[in-house]
């Protein structure tokens, strides 16, 4: 089983929709992050979390909210999407400041 | 700002034709380098860390070195499995956050 999980892989839905993203791990990790990916602009940061009762901001954390349930799970939720949010998002965890981060398989985002 | 910048955007590679990846950063007191695979349809996969100038790290064909201004991913007698794109990100010493580059696509031919 994959030690970070997201759910779904694939969703496509309308402009004005409000939508969850779910990402579930079983490394341990503290630290967990939400990102998403566009061709040519590489990973940006939407918003990222220490421990459960810490929640910080992204570079691109507008139009964005996120959730996080327990130490293992962090949600990411767009309010109303719109077409520019289109994109693969990941999540990734890390065991401390200076450790490599570990990524989810991904999810693919359409906004029609 | 912490920037990241990538080279070449496109790499293509007979099989077994060495060559090298560029990482180049800016970076208000260096953290981590660190170094990503990615293949179509996947997250990236951890490869490297490295954390100071003169540093260097190997993974079967792949090395990894670095500099105070760039890092390298030197591939050596590549096959066609190493063919992905590969994503550095630095962290500084101030931010708890990882800024990442654009990714170079390797594509090893057979």
């Known amino acids: 089983d994959a030690d970070v999980t997201q759910t779904p892989r694939n969703r496509i839905t309308k402009t004005g929709k409000r939508i969850m993203l779910e990402c579930s791990q079983t490394?341990?990790?503290?630290?967990m992050y939400w990102y998403r990916q566009d061709p040519g602009l590489g990973l940006r940061l939407i918003y990222y979390?220490?421990?459960?009762?810490?929640?910080n901001k992204g570079e691109i954390s507008d139009g964005y909210s996120v959730s996080r349930q327990a130490q293992a799970k962090f949600s990411l939720s767009l309010e109303s999407a719109i077409p520019n949010q289109t994109a693969l998002y990941f999540c990734a965890t890390s065991y401390a400041g200076n450790q490599p981060q570990h990524f989810g398989d991904g999810t693919r985002l359409s906004i029609l | 700002e912490d920037q990241v910048t990538q080279s070449p955007e496109a790499l293509r590679l007979q099989e077994g034709e060495s060559s090298s990846l560029n990482c180049s950063y800016t970076?208000?007191?260096?953290?981590?380098l660190f170094w990503y695979r990615q293949d179509p349809g996947k997250g990236p996969e951890f490869l490297f860390t490295l954390y100071s100038a003169g540093e260097e790290k190997e993974k079967e064909r792949l090395k990894a070195t670095l500099t105070k201004k760039e890092s390298f991913l030197h591939i050596t007698a590549p096959k066609p499995e190493d063919s992905a794109t590969y994503l550095c990100a630095v962290q500084d010493n101030y931010g708890q956050n990882f800024v990442f580059g654009p990714g170079t696509r390797l594509s090893v031919l057979p």
């Open positions: 970076v208000s007191g260096l953290r981590g």
């Open positions: 979390s220490f421990d459960v009762k810490d929640i």
């Open positions: 490394k341990g990790h503290d630290r």
